[in-house]
């Protein structure tokens, strides 16, 4: 293999983690799986691929123009959201594929508007997105929401899909912020039906609040992590397992004596004598991790350790008391060849984050491979 690290992606846990959401949701509730950011480092064409097998998956979502566009050049024909605002000189792409975009402030209603006159079109559809307290995108207040309502009456161009939101925290569980957006949400959806303005289907739930506020379901759940992981919020022995596993090799050990430094600047001091081992990925792979203010675990053959330094390359491991040669593999993350596992969130956790970002941030020097059974 000519890449120093793979990232093996189990196809039929995933498929079983999307049977699972399916189990999970009404018989009216939309799946509408997330496939921004390469599906999550997983792969965005085959995921996409696997998921284009289920007739129940009207729509999957991206952020990014240049990610519809790698869907639709790899046949999958399932309708494409873009969740992501666009820059104006992408409008005229979005609308010869037929994608569809989301109208998030007034000035995107205008944009697009525009455009869908010059070209003669009616009746094109896109998805509307209310701010109930994220502040990222979305139209935020009555007011705000009423200018657009009032443009929207006015014009033919569009044909609203659905309206949506987002949680700020939407795995912690029974957290009251989430009840008071949802209460938001819903007096826009209101305001919109009040006004005469069909908003199509309604979506809030994210991966996090699908796994437990039923109630707010509605017509479509978004999921993303959760095609991948648990919520990290579970402890680890009630989680089901990652779908995916990166391991790479060490390519060299040697011994150090206590007081010796390790890393550029010396960042590492060795606090007693030890054996040290290098693994040939770094953050030039992704592997962006807070060290040394952490002890970031990994698995040597089925004995754990952890991460002392990285660089672009290479990587600082601890072998001390571990039966370990060179040629050995290293897991990050998942499972190694004994089947023994790591959680990525046991990992990320330290960092006060989700292992969906350490997949996220592998880069293409990372080989993805699809383990079929």
Known sequence: MNYNSKFIVDTKRLRENIDHIFSNISETTRLIPMLKANAYGH??????????DYDKIEFMGVAQVIE?????????????????????????????NRFEPILHNIESVIAFDKKLKEN???NYPVHL????????????GKSDLYTAIEYLKNTDSFEIVSTYSHFINGALENYEHSFK??????????????????????HICDSG???WYKKAHYDAVRIGRALYMDNPNKEESKRFKDVGSWSARIISKRN?????????????????????????IGYGDGLMLNLPDIKAPLLVNDMQ??????AMDQSYIDLSNIDAKIGDTVTLFGFNSNNTYLSSHEISKLMDDEGCTLTTLMSNRVKRKYKQD
Not at 184 to 192: N, T, V, Y
């Open 43 to 52: 792969g965005l064409v085959e995921v996409a691929q696997i998921l284009n």
């Open 68 to 96: 519809a566009l790698t869907l639709k050049e790899a046949g999958i024909n399932k309708r494409v959201i873009i969740f992501c605002g666009v820059n104006e000189d992408q409008i005229d792409t979005i609308i010869e």
């Open 120 to 122: 003669n079109i009616k």
């Open 129 to 140: 997105k209310i701010n109930t307290g994220l502040n990222r995108l979305g139209f935020y």
């Open 181 to 202: 957006q949802n209460e938001k949400f819903l007096e826009a959806i209101k305001q919109l039906s009040d006004q005469g303005i069909d908003y199509g289907f309604k």
């Open 209 to 211: 609040a699908y796994e």
């Open 256 to 280: 150090l004596s206590k007081g010796e430094t390790i890393g550029y600047g010396g960042s590492y001091v060795c606090e007693k004598d030890m054996t040290l081992g290098i693994i040939n």
């Open 305 to 310: 350790s952890h991460f002392i330094s990285i």
